[in-house]
């Protein structure tokens, strides 16, 4: 009879095995899947009593999904069974294929182990292929693809006919744990698919909400903002600028965007640019405005870089600072000039001629070929004496300090160097001191007032009879110098008439006429003199021609 309906029990079992397997499949997540592997093996393998064994990260097993007792299932899930302790379970009893079935008579040594357990009391066996109480069979779950890694193991007790499962059973049991093996590896891809998901929106999320911040701290900051293309073709162009850039250079953001800062930059700063540019950090320069004006404004650069292509964008942020620079120019021209006729003052004087002589006396400098002729002791040219000195010059300590300086020549005159002599054809830097003759009775007679705007008139007919090269300082009280470059002793001599005659004519103070007479020093600045030196040698000559010139000459009053 057992034999004939063999096929029948075949059928129905396959049945079974096919709807608890389509329970898996419908299983929405991990969770599901686990309970539905439990349930299955209830419903569709003849067994009281199924648990679920998962694979934890660490190696551990716990009990994920329990059937049959709803009073075990509380007492037992979530429980931990060491890995070591499931490999010994797995490696007894006789293998049924992939299952592994532990009888009483072996099993009772695994009572005491870590692996949590629930057993049913029940009547000993009367026949050999009676289940009992304390067998164990386990249905271990193993990875796709050909290896051997476990996912979990299926427990199961109580067959419902009280008898070992036979072949097409274990059989049964063995591809159930094979189509549970990959309802779990796809429900768990599923789970890890949807926590991708989820941090990949979360990420998406605080991209859109960090891009929004940077728009609006980017639009709305209340200084210049650009964001600028590095390398390629459109090297430096701007990509986006933000309206308070736009205000500042009084340019449209579509007008922008075709430009690079380069472009707008002064012609003097653009070496400041590109240094800023291409290492990044900060810089002061002149933008140009739509107007043709340039403004002063502070870069400070960010170079914003990609792990794989390198420096990308440069974002720049533009401080408008010619309030400051303004302030700045001020104070500097305050420090460098007269406060009373707004000309050079003595220490500005001083600066401006010490940067045109150096310490070697050299009247005439030498050519290299004459250089080099001079070390070998020949003439460089037929009737050419080599120059000698009458000074120590270390090449190796001085030369540096006149690398690309042009000496500074005076004309040759007559013996006693003034400004008298016949005119060599040399050109030189000429310094004329100048001292008014009878502004001190001005002062004394009508007050300081009056002095003043004798002063502030006297500066303004000297600076509009120089070169727009030329220098007209405020040495101190009645006391003016003016240097004039390029200039031979005949032309000196000229330039001291005429800024003569300019002084001579009356002034107008509140209704009054007064005049003030001028006597004229000419020195000559050469290399190897120090600025006072210069200005002591062309004072004395002054003297000398105060001294020299009839009193009736010196008007005053």
Same mark, same amino acid.
């Given at each position: ?18 709807? $608890? ?67 010994? *379970? ?41 289940? /009992?109480?304390?067998?164990? =069979? ?12 476990? =996912? ?164 720049? /942020? ?8 303004? /302030? ?76 690309? /300086? ?27 001191? @100048? ?29 509009? @009879?120089? *070169? ?12 003016? $110098? ?26 107008? $103070? ?16 050469? @290399? ?30």
């Amino acid at each position: 009879m057992e034999a004939e309906s063999e096929p029948y029990v075949r059928l129905a079992t396959l049945r079974q095995l096919h709807q $608890v397997v389509a329970d898996l499949n419908r299983a929405t997540s991990l969770a599901d899947t686990l309970q539905a592997v439990a349930d299955g093996v209830v419903a569709g393998l003849g067994f009281e009593l199924a648990c679920v064994n998962l694979v934890q990260p660490d190696g551990d097993l716990v009990i994920a999904a329990f059937a049959g007792n709803a009073a075990a299932e509380a007492l037992i899930t979530g429980r931990v069974g060491s890995r070591a302790s499931w490999e010994r *379970r797995l490696s007894m009893g006789e293998a049924w294929g992939d299952l592994h079935f532990i009888p009483h008579t072996e099993g009772w040594v695994l009572l005491d182990d870590d692996v949590p357990q629930w057993h049913t009391e029940g009547p000993e066996p009367r026949f050999a292929d009676e289940w /009992h109480p304390h067998d164990r =069979l386990y249905a271990p779950m193993y990875a796709s693809g050909g290896g051997q890694e476990l =996912l979990g193991v299926i427990s199961v007790d109580r067959p419902r006919n009280g008898r070992h499962p036979g072949p097409w059973g274990q059989e049964a049991l063995q591809m159930y744990a094979s189509q549970a093996a990959i309802a779990i590896s796809n429900a768990r891809l599923r789970a890890n698919m949807q926590r991708a998901l989820v941090r990949l929106e979360r990420e998406q999320q605080a991209l859109r909400a960090s891009e929004e911040s940077f728009r609006q701290a980017f639009e709305y900051a209340p200084s210049g903002m650009a964001i600028a293309e590095m390398g390629g073709d459109q090297h430096g162009r701007l990509l986006r600028t933000n309206d308070a850039l736009c205000r500042l250079l009084g340019r449209p953001a579509s007008a922008m965007r075709r430009y690079s800062f380069a472009d707008l930059v002064h012609p003097e700063d653009i070496g400041t640019l590109l240094r800023t540019s291409a290492e990044g950090g900060r810089a002061e320069l002149r933008l140009a405005r739509r107007d043709g004006t340039y403004v002063w404004v502070s870069l400070r650069n960010s170079v914003v870089a990609d792990t794989t292509d390198g420096p990308r964008f440069l974002l720049t /942020h533009v401080e408008d600072i010619e309030e400051r620079k303004r /302030h700045e120019l001020h104070l500097a021209h305050r420090a460098s000039h007269d406060s009373l006729t707004g000309l050079p003052n003595s220490a500005e004087l001083r600066s401006r001629l010490s940067s045109r002589l150096c310490r070697r006396p050299h009247s005439v400098r030498a050519t290299a070929v004459e250089a080099l002729d001079a070390a070998y002791g020949e003439p460089s040219a037929p009737g050419r004496a080599v120059p000698e000195h009458d000074f120590d010059y270390n090449p190796h300590t001085d030369a540096g300090s006149f690398d690309h /300086h042009v000496h500074i020549v005076a004309p040759t005159s007559d013996a006693d160097g003034g400004a008298g002599g016949a005119d060599d054809g040399t050109k030189g830097l000429a310094v004329l001191f @100048c001292d008014l003759d009878g502004f001190k009775s001005i002062n004394d007679r009508f007050g300081h007032h009056t002095g003043d705007a004798v002063l502030i008139e006297v500066a303004r007919r000297l600076t509009t @009879c120089v *070169r727009d090269g030329d220098t007209v300082a405020r040495l101190g009280g009645d006391e003016f $110098v003016v240097l004039a470059d390029g200039l031979g002793s005949a032309d000196a001599a000229d330039l001291a008439v005429r800024l003569r005659n300019a002084i001579i004519p009356p002034i107008r $103070v509140d209704g009054r006429a007064v005049r003030v007479g001028a006597s004229f020093g000419i020195g000559w600045a050469s @290399c190897g003199m120090s600025a006072d030196e210069v200005l002591h040698s062309a004072d004395q000559r002054m003297y000398v021609e105060k001294r020299s010139r009839a009193k009736v000459h010196r008007r005053a009053g």
